[in-house]
DNA sequence: GCAGAAATTTTACGCGCGAAAAATTTCAGT
DNA sequence: ACTGAAATTTTTCGCGCGTAAAATTTCTGC
């Protein structure tokens, strides 16, 4: 390209043959100008490399094409996986995804939501950090931006969820668990931040007494999202007291489960369903790194794709939509059980 | 506060009393005003919570606040662990950063530097593909915009680079290895997308040589960032066909380690120093999970800390010198050698 | 080939703010 | 109090683009 230097759309209007407004609206949608004018415009294009002013573009746009993705922990490699997902779903769609972490810190999730009002996105998809979440502070700006909630589900709040059905990760657990062997017992924080972590507990107890079978919950101490550390200092505490009162282990979610394992093999307890094993441990999630957990975990796992297409969808139709929905929905998707070595 | 609302800073500055460009001296650096004329701003600011209208913001000014970081993979916990340090030093420092992956992608990385060059970052902190890298891009980015490279290195490339030494990683692996038991061969992919892989490897047969040892080297097929993956199928490889040439394996990094110790588990070998362990395994880059391996991985540690605190360093300084160093830095961190129970 | 409607393009204006230049205020020294 | 320079504030202009309304072109049906 010859590319003598555009400055701005005016004169790039000006190389092309068209008045600049009519290029303004080329770049807002190319479908919306008359074939010729298009093919004008994108012959021009290929000699003269110009690029609209983002900033002025933004200024001045009731909605913007920005979308804001928002998650409790991106150090956690299921988070950062279902980012991934999404995020390549805004682009292919025309949006322009920015990617946004809370760090485990209630104060950072509300400085990020704070500033986020400012990029005036047309949404944003919002995985809360639960329990720690400043409430009152998502309820604002849920008001001001058009959101979807993802994986953490708060009550009433935002247009939409889109998450997991976690009685149906625990039922698939117990169910398999219980068939193959004795009944698990269940491994969790005591003070879960996440939403999910209590469905998952009720779940349990639920699916445990319809079998007429006592459901036995050991909880471990901890706060953050240290979840290996805490589970593994959890579990190397119960191994030295007692031990676990079933051979086999239930954990709330894989990154516990990582822990726990690592206790095992510190210890010496063989882990697996296979002859001479002292325990068999489970699990929920399918973190990317399960199949490489020793032994491998047998989990209950999202459909990553699923998941992040739906989010994704829901919040494209909002944004359609006007940024409201009539009524509040919640999509749920169920677990996949995958069998590995762990149980 | 009886938030009137206000619509732009030309009403701000009437009910606070000043002219409008006054109040806008201010907001790009509050010390610019006089004290007396900061204190009535900020104390109509608490009444009226009034905020600048970013894209107005950032349309003008010939420098933004804004850094882009940019990294090559997020879903592996080192880069997330890495990139959310600098990213706290960023806020900190009164930037606004961004973070992107290319998702291992290099017509990605390409993209997100193209898109990055139309939000007029004041910085960019990169850490590119690497070899899968389109060099030429990132050179012409590098024109454009004031970056520091971080973690992978391209000659010449970018005003700075800031990662590690690669030598002192494996030196001191190889020191204690050798020290402790027998001499260790290399593990490693053997198109490995990250130049600091290359580094290591010749490392590592400088420092044998040098101790008069033959520098063994196994090499596993496989292309990409599923590093776990391609180390266990490769060590599963190896195990079935004739087993290491040594009792004691040197991973060229973590990631490659957490596949090969799933190999040996699931071969039945036995890792770690201990009495009737069958292979040692030592690595480079204590990732965020090698704590939690089984066993738990002795490794090289980065300095995360101080890493992450340079990288941001260097930019600043870019920053404040208007853009250019007048010769290209490279600064690399020493390792830190962590013992635990694989070797 | 023509009238009228529909689609498209052009005219005209303003968004909210940054920044240089001009005007004013502040302050030290006398 | 007075002068002059420095610090600060105000005047003025323009950035690059979106958008409603007006003007024009294109298309449809006869």
């Known amino acids: 390209m010859a590319d003598n230097k555009i400055r701005n759309m005016e004169e790039f ?7 600049r407004p009519t290029v303004s609206k080329y770049f807002n949608d190319p ?25 002025a573009m933004n200024q001045n746009r009731k909605l913007t094409k920005n979308v804001g993705i928002v998650v409790p922990y991106l150090a956690d490699p299921f988070f950062a996986e279902i980012a991934r997902q999404i995020e390549q779903r805004c682009i292919a769609a025309g949006f322009r995804p920015t990617l946004y972490s809370a760090h485990g810190d209630p104060a950072l999730e509300k400085d990020i939501l704070d500033s986020l009002v400012s990029l005036k996105p047309a949404g944003v998809l919002l995985a809360p950090l639960g329990r720690a979440s400043d409430r009152s502070a998502i309820e604002k700006f849920c008001d001001d931006v058009p959101t979807v909630l993802f994986d953490s589900n708060l009550d009433d709040v935002g247009e939409a969820f889109v998450g997991s059905d976690n009685f149906s990760f625990v039922s698939q657990t117990v169910d398999y668990l219980t068939r193959t062997g004795e009944p698990p017992c269940f491994f969790e924080m005591r003070t879960p931040a996440n939403p999910n972590a209590n469905k998952r507990r009720l779940a349990f107890v639920e699916v445990m007494e319809r079998r007429g079978l006592e459901p036995r919950i050991i909880k471990v101490e901890g706060e953050g999202w240290a979840f290996e550390e805490i589970g593994r200092d959890g579990a190397l505490r119960v191994l030295e007291t007692g031990g676990f009162p079933t051979n086999t282990i239930l954990c709330s979610n ?38 490489f957990t020793c032994p491998s975990l047998t989990t209950a796992a999202h459909d990553y794709d699923a998941v992040a297409n739906c989010a994704f969808g829901t919040l494209a139709e909002l944004i359609e939509g006007g940024g409201r929905f009539d009524t509040r929905t919640e999509t749920l998707f169920s677990a996949r059980l995958v069998l590995r070595a762990s149980a």
Not at 32 to 42: A, L, Q
Not at 268 to 290: M, Q, T, W, Y
């Open 31 to 55: 479908d919306s100008v008359r074939r010729t004018t298009r093919e004008r415009i994108e012959k021009a294009l290929e000699r003269y490399d110009y690029r609209p002013n983002i900033f």
């Open 13 to 19: 209007a000006a190389v092309s043959g068209i008045s």
């Open 254 to 291: 894989d990154r516990l489960a990582i822990g726990l394992l690592a206790a095992c093999y510190e210890k010496g307890f063989r882990v697996g369903r296979a002859e001479g094993c002292a325990l068999r441990v489970a699990s929920h999630d399918d973190h990317p790194f399960s199949r």
